[in-house]
Each structure stands twice: as structure tokens, then as C-alpha cells.
């Protein structure tokens, strides 16, 4: 089992910045992704970012990418999500999340992920 817990959400307004991060604990020797997902009411879940546990590669959606970053630190079991020039449309609840794998073809995925944390909320306002 792993078990992952969120912090750092908040309110911010346009423009600003958030830091998310997630502590890792539990049996991680099959987690090769961690990662973070958003989900807003009545939308599906998506992928925000992703980083390989062995090479550290990243993976990021679309909608993010040159204004979040995911980054790992190993020795404190913690992922971060950092978070610039935030939009109205990034408002969402944000979970981590870990598991098999970060992407297919290249691309972010959600399938990978066998284990998800409580989710922390960001609301970005105008």
C-alpha cells in the first residue's frame, strides 16, 4: 500500500502562484509515476503532471505546461506541483497520485495510477 496526503492548496487570484506538495509513505518498490490529477463538479478527472520514479522524466497536460512544474525530492519522499501564473480555469480539487506509469506514447495518463490521495482545493480568482 502507499499512502500519499496533500498540502498547500488555497485560494490565489489570477496571476499568482501555489505550491502543492505530497508526502509519500508506504511500499513505493512498484511506483514508477507519482503524479497530480484535477477534477472540477461534473468533469472528468485529468491529468496536471507527472514524474518518473527511476529517470525522472516529466509529463505535463497541455493546458500547463511552461506554467506548472513537478519536481521530486527522494530523500524527503515528497512531490511537488508548483504552480505560476495561475488562471481561473486551473480552479479545481488537485490530487497525487501513484502507480505503474506516468504516459503512454508520451502522453499523460490517468491509467497508471493504482493509489490516489484526498486531494487539496485551488480556487483562482479574477
Known amino acids: 500500500q502507499v499512502q500519499l496526503v496533500e498540502s498547500g492548496g488555497g485560494s490565489v487570484q489570477a496571476g499568482g502562484s501555489l505550491r502543492l506538495s505530497c508526502r509519500v509513505s508506504?511500499?513505493?518498490?512498484?511506483?514508477?509515476?507519482i503524479g497530480w490529477a484535477r477534477q472540477t463538479p461534473g468533469k472528468e478527472r485529468e491529468g496536471v503532471a507527472g514524474v518518473g520514479t527511476m529517470a525522472g522524466t516529466t509529463y505535463y497536460a497541455d493546458s500547463v505546461q511552461g506554467r506548472f512544474t513537478v519536481s521530486r525530492d527522494k530523500a524527503e519522499n515528497i512531490v511537488y506541483l508548483q504552480m505560476n501564473r495561475l488562471r481561473p480555469e486551473d480552479t479545481a480539487m488537485y490530487y497525487c497520485?501513484?502507480?505503474?506509469?506516468?504516459?503512454?506514447?508520451?502522453?499523460?495518463?490517468?491509467?497508471?495510477?493504482?493509489?490516489w490521495g484526498q486531494g487539496t482545493q485551488v480556487t483562482v480568482s479574477s
Open positions: 497520485a501513484a502507480g505503474r506509469y506516468c504516459a503512454e506514447a508520451g502522453v499523460l495518463v490517468l491509467d497508471g495510477y493504482n493509489y
Open positions: 508506504g511500499n513505493t518498490d512498484r511506483t514508477y509515476c
